[in-house]
């Protein structure tokens, strides 16, 4: 086991190059822990969760949108807030370790849904699950019954540029693909909404329930195909059936970590994307908590 923090760096690249690059120079980390509290908590769609939090320090908050990743510390049952050790500590992620598991607060990475200013707030869409049964996590729960005043910690970035997000279409990007369940709508939401005027790009979500498609105001020429679970074909099988643009292709697949590892498949292996434009990234495990991810990378 290793203490190293989980990292808001993206995953390391899909074909990592044969040969040794120079190590980056080394930055001060451009993240930092808010405490920040529930203003309101929205039900935007049947199985989404939008809740809007509110905090002292926020305007030191910064991110640029697309799949702005940061993570969640959440009360447990029965807690007001979050027991955190003392964060600012060099080694925050020893310090939270070295706390009782069973007490700790519950740390979740999700996305930065939207930073808004005047006032400043911070909105995290959560996925509530529905489709799970009795599989639903800790921070589904959490977001379920959340209500004003309800206080969480949030590791979140202070500089735009920052490692968090893994959407970077390289220049010479013809056409972009998007595929996402609910738990990388919000990430979608955001990519659409930063892509320049008339981007040609094609998306794919799937969703519980059509009551859960949700509108995603974009400048791009986005081409958006909904997937209801078992109702419609799944994405790998939808993907399969499509007639694609020609052009370069940049590809951004996230959701269910099964689905995600068959489109991307499809798309080197069958559409022949270079695999380094194929930018994939499981957000969860079917039968797994993120705990258990967390676990089972620390002790690859
Ligand atoms: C970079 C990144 C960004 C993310 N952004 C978001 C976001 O903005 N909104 C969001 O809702 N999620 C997001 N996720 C996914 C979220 O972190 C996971 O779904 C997480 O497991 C939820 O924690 P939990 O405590 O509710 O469930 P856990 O305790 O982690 O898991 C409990 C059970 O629930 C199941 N489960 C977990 N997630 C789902 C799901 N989405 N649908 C059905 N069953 C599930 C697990 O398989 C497990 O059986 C993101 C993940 C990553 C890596």
Redesign the pocket.
């Known amino acids: 086991m290793t203490n190293a923090s989980p990292s808001l760096a993206p995953a390391a690249p899909s074909s990592a190059p044969s040969t040794p690059r120079p190590a980056p120079a080394p930055s001060p980390s451009p993240f930092q822990f808010f405490t920040v509290e529930v203003l309101r908590a929205e039900r935007i769609t049947p199985a989404m969760a939008r809740i809007v939090l509110g905090g002292p320090d926020l305007a030191r908050m910064a991110s640029a949108g697309r799949?702005q990743?940061v993570k969640l510390f959440l009360p447990r049952p029965g807690q007001s807030e979050p027991v955190m050790p003392d964060m600012r500590a060099a080694d925050w992620y020893g310090a939270w370790r070295a706390l009782d598991p069973a007490v700790r607060g519950?740390m979740?990475?999700?996305?930065l849904?939207e930073l808004r200013r005047e006032p400043d707030e911070l909105v995290?869409?959560?996925?509530l699950?529905t489709?799970?049964g009795d599989?639903?996590?800790?921070?589904?729960?959490w977001a379920g019954a959340a209500a004003p005043g309800d206080r969480i910690r949030v590791l979140a970035p202070v500089e735009e540029e920052n490692a968090g997000y893994d959407f970077r279409p390289p220049d010479g990007t013809d056409w972009i693909l998007l595929t996402a369940?609910?738990?990388?709508l919000?990430?979608v939401a955001g990519i659409l909404g930063t892509l320049p005027p008339a981007t040609p790009a094609r998306i794919w979500i799937e969703v519980h329930d059509p009551a859960d498609r949700q509108e995603l105001p974009t400048q791009a020429d986005a081409h958006i195909t909904w997937l209801v679970r078992n109702a419609s074909p799944t994405t790998p099988d939808a993907i399969r059936a499509a007639a694609l643009p020609e052009g370069t292709p940049y590809a951004w697949v996230?959701g269910?970590a099964a689905t995600v590892k068959a489109v991307r498949r499809h798309l080197v292996a069958d559409r022949g994307f270079d695999r380094r434009a194929v930018k994939f990234?499981?957000?969860?495990?079917?039968?797994?908590?993120?705990?258990n991810l967390m676990e089972a990378a620390e002790n690859a």
């Open positions: 799949d990743r519950i979740r990475t999700y996305t849904r995290i869409d959560f996925a699950h489709d799970s599989a639903s996590g800790p921070a589904s729960r369940d609910e738990s990388a919000p990430a996230a269910e990234s499981g957000y969860w495990r079917r039968g797994a908590s993120e705990d």
